[in-house]
T-cell receptor, first 108, second 112 residues
Framework: AQRVTQPEKLLSVFKGAPVELKCNYS??????LFWYVQYSRQRLQLLLR??SRESIKGFTADLNKGETSFHLKKPFAQEEDSAMYYC??????????FGSGTRLLVRP | DVKVTQSSRYLVKRTGEKVFLECVQD?????MFWYRQDPGLGLRLIYF???????EKGDIPEGYSVSREKKERFSLILESASTNQTSMYLC???????????FGPGTRLTVL
């Protein structure tokens, strides 16, 4: 079955600490994965996708097919990174399946 | 700037009422989606549409229906609202080629 698992509901770190938001997936084909972010009182928006291999706002994510993971990382967290983060898997030409989300709280 | 708009930010309805949630996109996207967003459950797909008048059930279609008469507009209908349909409803759209979905601001529906 196609599934996206985000094991942490809440991740709390101090400003300047490294951050890793975990995402594991199950998919039989060649996966295409995304991270979406929702800041307080803002709409859900794309943060990054694995095929572009880019760094957005200091965040990176590497697809590890062996471990079926797509963890989101940032070396030094900032307070403005506090948000809800969703990992998503493209399961057809247009449908996505989302994980349950992780709330990141960056404390001053 | 790309835009997906939803007709209401907040809506309060009574049990048994018929509820319409409207979504409009101005990007000429073929695909449109309705999701529920609930704490601890993430986003769950209710219905999606890949063309005018075309629709497919998502993962949780029970109690909902949809309508897409024009390419830019996708409506979610609760035929007889129930308290367990109290939730945040998100609309999204995407093009045929791009996987990225663009989201509306959401409608927080409360059914009393």
């Amino acid at each position: 079955a196609q599934r996206v698992t985000q094991p942490e509901k809440l991740l709390s770190v101090f400003k300047g600490a490294p951050v890793e938001l975990k995402c594991n997936y199950s998919y039989s084909g060649s996966p295409e994965l995304f991270w979406y972010v929702q800041y307080s009182r803002q709409r859900l928006q794309l943060l990054l996708r694995h095929i572009s291999r880019e760094s957005i706002k200091g965040f990176t994510a590497d697809l590890n097919k062996g471990e079926t993971s797509f963890h989101l990382k940032k070396p030094f967290a900032q307070e403005e990174d506090s948000a809800m983060y969703y990992c998503a898997l493209r399961r057809s030409s247009y449908k996505l399946i989302f994980g349950s989300g992780t709330r990141l709280l960056v404390r001053p | 700037d790309v835009k997906v708009t939803q007709s209401s930010r907040y809506l309060v309805k009574r049990t048994g009422e018929k509820v319409f949630l409207e979504c409009v996109q101005d990007m000429d996207h073929e695909n449109m989606f309705w999701y529920r967003q609930d704490p601890g459950l993430g986003l769950r797909l209710i219905y999606f549409s890949y063309d005018v008048k075309m629709k497919e059930k998502g993962d949780i279609p029970e109690g909902y229906s949809v309508s897409r008469e024009k390419k830019e507009r996708f409506s979610l209908i609760l035929e007889s609202a129930s308290t367990n349909q109290t939730s945040m409803y998100l609309c999204a759209s995407s093009s045929e080629l791009q996987g990225e979905q663009f989201f509306g601001p959401g409608t927080r529906l409360t059914v009393l």
